[in-house]
């Protein structure tokens, strides 16, 4: 047996006793989490300085080195975090329509555990945190495979949360960091049929795409987001740039960033300087169609096939003239992702079409795309954004970490 | 391109028209299946008369041939059905849980459809209807992909569905067969990742896990059912003694009937000559321990780890003595596939203590494992029988069938 199969056995275990853990056990274990993080701020520090030291030499970007970086008060910020999931409502245990079918039998729907969830994601330690206590409130044991760059911050963290679960009286292998970085332990993971219920990859399409090729175990697709805004012809211009400005410009990096501008060509006259002025703010490279660079000018990069295509995660943004409605919904349908898309209008019935004809996970009418986010949904915290259509679509809070089981109280009944 | 790569494309093009398609359009769909059914019977039966010939010619079993065989009545009983499935409510364009967020934002999640559902089953022709009709009810395209044995009546009620679709109004494509009947197209359609959304295999364990090893494609696993009677040792024995001949004895090749009897050992004594007398009127086998040997004599054959195992599929039973709750629920979860299993018992806290601590799709207290059903539960009609967490779990009804998602109705909110 290999290293992931007895760490794999140890979870399947745990999530047995976790399964019928009541809230008030399950809480104890993440305040008991929360203070144990503060009170090992050094040893979670010390961890963390070896990782930024390895950054350093390694010359990993300033950008990634400020998501590999823990401080104090970003360890603060972590038990914040688990003591609000916490205070949230315990997923488990709801029995749902609950009825008296005709042949006598009492039928219910009853919300449990998952079981396993092995979660695969790079750089960002909180990661660990925030993903391990979910999984804990709902009941789930989890597997963390964290990237390379971050595993001395990860293994720190999760030898304190083991500590603390253990002190509180649940299973230490509720939680568990598989040791090997390598792409060989991705790979064991995604075969682990017997004890992973479901495999939440978190990164890059890269990551996404190899899981999703190679994956035997049930997975859920997060976080590729190529999301638009499109301008219908009788939007309001200045609320259309400050959308499209937000959308793009206020965190160009996160997968619900806009990425491409689609633009009514009846007033695209009247609105695309009116947007230029805002995302030239952040010197955000256009590269539009050849109707954008006919009203925009030289400073207009061409835009490809290709960029249509991309999440470009940064301030870029691609920009196209459209004859209308309908071509607009062809363009994203094609074009993206299914994760969050936003029509700008004042007209009804193109306000209905679009939410109705649109095939994504979140679509928007007058907001910006940037809302694509369990707490603004109302969720209270999210593992992350699915983009597949099975089990779980958006962002994905508590709920989305359970599943039911039917309940039947009889009285004999034979059939 | 391949021919099962174009099909996935048509499929999808006519999952975009099915999105949006309203309640009257689809169920005008369905009422001309119906009546086209029963317009060209001698069509369906002259094509099943050539899968009866074959399958006579290849020495198929009587059992797989009456399954095979369609008559008048067969047919009447199909086109009843698809119209029963017209009658069921629409599960598409509910939305849930709208509310205004901090932010402004009015956000709700509404049902649409999964988009392309394809179907891998084997030589049951009246699958082919059945499913067809439930994934365009709940507004999806299906790919179905039969066994060869029932190729030529598949295909003859697969055109036939196809005209009447068209007819109808909607596209021909949202239903179509896979013309080719050997392993490379189940291959082939395990890689269709940018037209299928979800697979759903009936069969046996053999498809399953082929198709579990092999999926590039979301898939839901069906059918696979190891389900247990546990006979507690407060309960009713003669209610016991019913319930373990209902469930083992009224259908033993489908999913839901038993394959173990646990006898709690306070009461074996006393219940196993009971289950004898009423299991002995099938001649069924039983396979049992060495308590239950010695318990009801020489008839009883030896029972090995690999029986516990078994979906038996027939008039066999494993039996075995056990010490009480904590062992039966220890067996049930170990050898059990996570599809029925029920307790019978007298006992408040073991009845709750079986329902919260047995991890699978349907528990039962005293009735039998042969309710897990669409129709028994209340569903309307089903799909298949998910023994998997994600997505489904247990009779996939029409909602089943459908995916949310969120609709965000703003005034120019930015974040």
């Known amino acids: 047996m290999t290293d992931i199969e007895r760490q ?3 979870a399947k275990k745990a999530a047995t006793v976790l399964m019928t853990a009541g809230t ?8 008991a989490i929360a203070q144990a993080l503060e009170e090992n701020e050094a040893q979670i520090l010390a961890a963390n300085d070896k990782d930024m030291a390895l950054a350093k030499e390694n010359g990993m970007k300033p ?13 603060r910020a972590m038990a914040d975090g688990v003591r609000e999931v916490a205070a949230l409502r315990d997923p488990i245990g709801r029995v749902e329509n609950m009825e008296t079918r005709p042949s006598g039998i009492v039928i219910g729907r009853k919300t449990v555990p998952l079981g396993v969830i092995a979660i695969i994601y790079e750089a960002r330690p909180n990661v660990t945190v925030d993903a391990a206590v979910l999984c804990l409130k709902a009941g789930n044991a989890v597997i963390l495979r964290g990237g390379k760059e971050a595993f001395h ?3 720190a963290l999760t030898n304190i949360m083991r500590a603390a679960i253990c002190e509180a009286g649940l299973p230490e ?3 568990s960091l598989v040791q090997d970085t390598t792409r060989e332990s991705v790979n064991a993971i995604l075969s682990l049929t017997d004890c992973v219920d479901v495999l939440i990859p978190r990164g890059g399409a890269g990551l996404i795409s190899h899981v999703i090729e190679n994956a035997k175990v049930p997975v859920i697709q997060t976080g590729v987001g190529n999301c638009h805004v499109y301008v219908e012809k009788s939007a309001d211009l200045d609320m259309a740039a400050n959308i499209i400005y937000n959308a793009k410009c206020s965190r160009p990096s996160v997968c619900n960033a806009a990425e491409t501008l689609l633009v009514d060509e009846g007033i695209a006259a009247a609105f695309l300087p009116k947007a230029k002025a805002l995302l030239d703010q952040k010197n955000t490279q256009l590269r539009g169609c050849d109707k954008t660079k006919a009203l925009l000018g030289e400073s207009v990069v061409p835009a490809t096939e290709e960029d249509y295509y991309t999440e470009f995660g940064d301030y870029i943004l691609a920009v196209k003239v459209v004859s209308g409605l309908e071509e607009a919904i062809a363009h994203i349908n094609k074009y993206g992702t299914g994760h969050s898309e936003a029509i700008v209008t004042e007209n009804y019935s193109a306000s209905q079409r679009f939410l ?7 679509v928007y009418v007058n907001a910006s795309t940037r809302f694509t986010d369990g707490g603004e949904f109302g969720l209270g915290a999210e593992i992350g954004i699915s983009t597949q259509k099975m089990h779980a679509r958006g962002p994905m809070g508590l709920e989305q970490l359970t599943t039911t089981k039917f309940i039947i109280y009889g009285s004999g009944q034979v059939r």
Chains 1, 2 share one sequence.
Request: no cysteine.
């Open 8 to 10: 794999g056995l140890a």
């Open 24 to 31: 008030q056990a399950k809480n104890a274990a993440l305040f």
């Open 63 to 75: 950008a990634l080195k400020d998501r590999l970086r823990l401080d104090a008060q970003r360890i």
């Open 153 to 155: 911050s990860n293994n």
């Open 173 to 175: 292998d509720s939680v």
């Open 356 to 362: 109705s004809e649109i095939d994504a996970a979140a």
